[in-house]
Every structure is written in structure tokens, then in C-alpha cells.
């Protein structure tokens, strides 16, 4: 019905973080254990909320919404943005990507997803664009890249992502910012890790949180990657349920 001819990139692959570390199932002391074992060595991965990024009309739902029955881990869809600690975002989650990546932790689920663009203009929200694609997975944490059929994300714009499964649907919002120039150059010599942490530092969340899952997927089984995860997530007040989420792979464009 929505189906058309797509490039969608998920940025996933077939990636279980804790058992390369020993465990399935790492409990919130053994997590502490980890992240002490690791004091001597600098972690790069806080993320720093941006400033002057544009203040939402409605703060409580910048970042996105999750089902409002929704209140663990693998029972819904969950999309994977920062929370305020004061329960009010008062900035929208940045990118510098013409086509960024989105993540979800999804339950053990199957059927047919729909994922929607909708750009916020001063007079309207208006769609541009929409695609389907089919989801059989036993729960983790997906990335979906906009396809090459959709239109490339404006700088200083904000636009509204939703997905739909089933009966459920998650939100989001992003705003791309166009790179400051001094750091275009860093980013091309620096290495992964130090892209993440010039990423994070400035506050450009859906480019930090892809470094990372690259990171995961290339060293799966490197204890570092892992701390720079969790470090991260705490961070942005992420649940701590949700570090220990696998990443997974799902879905397969329809053509």
C-alpha cells in the first residue's frame, strides 16, 4: 500500500553486546562493576545538550513518546532519544546528516512497520515522505536510515518521525544543524572514537548514537565500546534497562 522502491538502511546487524561480554542478562551491580573497572581510562561519550537549538512549542515531547501504556523494556516500541531529568526537553535532538539514522528497541514482534516524515513549517506540518517494510524480531534494538527516495532533511529545520507497528506507534523529532566549520575538519581526521566524543560534546545526538552502534558492530566483542555505550545513555537519562538491549537485525526493504 505504501510500498515503493527504497533504499532503507538498517543500520543493524546481527550484534549481542553483553553475551560478547559474558553475560545475557548483566544486572544494574555487575554494570557498576564494568564501568569502575574502566576509571583509568578517559571516556569520551557524554552527551552534553545543545544550546540555543530552537525551544519546543511543547517541551514534554520534544525528544519523541513512546505508547503511553508503555513502561518496560522489549513490551513496546520505544524510541531511543535523551530524557530530561526535570521530565521537560526544552531542545529538539540535532543531526548534521541529510539522511540520519533512527533507533527504536522493539519487542519480540512481527509484521508490517510504517514510518513517517513530517516536516514542522511555521504554518503546517506537512508530510514528505512515507515507506512499509515488513519486521519479524525477537526484540532489540533497530536502526532505520531514510531511504534515498526520501528527501534529504534541510539545515534548520525540524521534522517529526513516527513509526508504526501494529497497534502501537513511537515518535520522534529531529533538527538538522549544519556542522561548524573548524570541526568538519577534525571529524574527517579523527578516529571513531573521537568522532563520537566531538559528536557528543556538541550536543548532535543521532550522529553520536550511529558512531556508536558502528562501534558495536565493528567491536563486539571491545569491554571500551560497551562502557562508552552505557556512559552515553546514562547521560542523556536513558533508562538503564536499555544498555543492556542487543542490537538486532529485523527487517528487509520491500521491494
Known amino acids: 500500500m505504501f510500498t515503493q522502491a527504497l533504499n532503507i538502511c538498517i543500520k543493524t546487524t546481527a550484534l549481542v553486546i553483553l553475551l560478547n561480554l ?9 554494570l557498576a562493576a564494568q564501568s569502575e573497572a574502566f576509571t583509568s581510562q578517559k571516556v569520551k561519550a557524554e552527551f552534553i545538550p545543545p544550546k540555543g537549538s530552537g525551544v519546543p512549542k511543547d517541551p514534554t515531547t520534544a525528544g519523541g513518546t513512546r505508547p503511553v501504556e508503555c513502561y518496560e523494556v522489549n513490551s513496546c516500541l520505544i524510541p531511543l532519544l535523551p530524557v530530561s531529568a526535570i521530565s521537560k526537553l ?22 508490517t512497520a510504517i514510518f513517517t516524515l513530517y516536516q514542522h513549517l511555521p504554518s503546517q506540518i506537512k508530510k514528505i515522505h512515507r515507506f512499509s517494510f515488513p519486521v519479524k524480531t525477537s526484540g532489540g534494538i533497530v ?11 534541510q539545515n534548520d529545520s525540524t521534522y517529526e518521525w513516527r513509526l508504526s507497528l501494529k497497534n502501537e506507534t513511537a515518535n520522534g523529532f529531529v533538527r538538522r544543524v549544519q556542522l561548524k566549520p573548524n570541526l568538519s575538519q577534525k571529524l574527517r581526521e579523527a578516529k571513531p572514537l573521537d568522532q563520537l566524543a566531538i559528536y557528543a560534546a556538541e550536543g548532535i545526538w543521532y550522529d553520536s548514537i550511529e558512531t556508536l552502534a558502528a562501534l558495536a558492530n565493528s567491536q563486539p566483542s571491545d569491554r571500551k565500546v560497551f562502557t562508552e555505550w552505557a556512559v552515553f545513555l546514562k547521560s542523556a537519562n536513558i533508562a538503564p534497562e536499555m544498555i543492556k538491549q542487543s542490537f538486532t537485525t529485523c527487517c528487509q526493504a520491500e521491494n
Open 22 to 30: 559474558g553475560s545475557s542478562s548483566l544486572t544494574n551491580d555487575k
Open 90 to 111: 526544552d531542545y529538539y535532538p540535532l543531526t548534521v546528516s541529510e539522511r540520519p539514522t533512527f533507533y527504536i528497541s522493539l519487542p519480540r514482534t512481527s509484521g
Open 143 to 153: 536502526g532505520i536510515t531514510l531511504p534515498k527516495s526520501s528527501p534529504t532533511l
